[in-house]
C-alpha cells in the first residue's frame, strides 16, 4: 500500500505562480496530477514515468513542470502563469504498473486527499 500527501495549494492571482508537492511512502512507477473543478469531471494535468518521461496536457504545456526527486521520492508540479480557469482541487496519483494513456484516472491505483488551487483574475 502507498500513501501520497500533497501539499502547497492555495490562492493566488493570475499570473501568479504554485507548486505542488506529493510525497509518496513506497515504490510507484508512474505518477501524475489530477485536477477537477466544481462540475467538471477530473482530468488529468501532467504524468512521469520512471522518474524521467514526462507528459502533459495541452492546456498546461509551457506553463507547467512536472518533476520527481530520486531521493525522496516526492513529485512536484511547478504552475507558472496561472489562469483562472487553472482553478480546483488537486490530486496527486501513482501505479506501480507499466503502461500509457496516463490520462486515465482508472489508471492509478493510490491517490492523494487533493489540494485546492484558486486563482483570481
Known amino acids: 500500500q502507498v500513501q501520497l500527501v500533497e501539499s502547497g495549494g492555495g490562492s493566488v492571482q493570475a499570473g501568479g505562480s504554485l507548486r505542488l508537492s506529493c510525497a509518496a511512502s513506497g515504490y510507484t512507477y508512474k505518477m501524475a496530477w489530477f485536477r477537477q473543478a466544481p462540475g467538471k469531471e477530473r482530468e488529468g494535468v501532467a504524468a512521469?514515468?520512471?522518474?524521467?518521461?514526462?507528459y502533459y496536457a495541452d492546456s498546461v504545456k509551457g506553463r507547467f513542470t512536472i518533476s520527481q526527486d530520486n531521493a525522496e521520492n516526492t513529485m512536484y508540479l511547478q504552475m507558472n502563469s496561472l489562469k483562472p480557469e487553472d482553478d480546483g482541487v488537486y490530486y496527486c496519483?501513482?501505479?506501480?504498473?507499466?503502461?500509457?494513456?496516463?490520462?486515465?484516472?482508472?489508471?492509478?491505483?493510490?491517490w492523494g486527499q487533493g489540494t485546492q488551487v484558486t486563482v483570481s483574475s
Open positions: 512521469i514515468y520512471g522518474k524521467i518521461n514526462t
Open positions: 496519483a501513482a501505479s506501480q504498473i507499466v503502461g500509457d494513456t496516463w490520462y486515465l484516472s482508472r489508471k492509478y491505483k493510490y
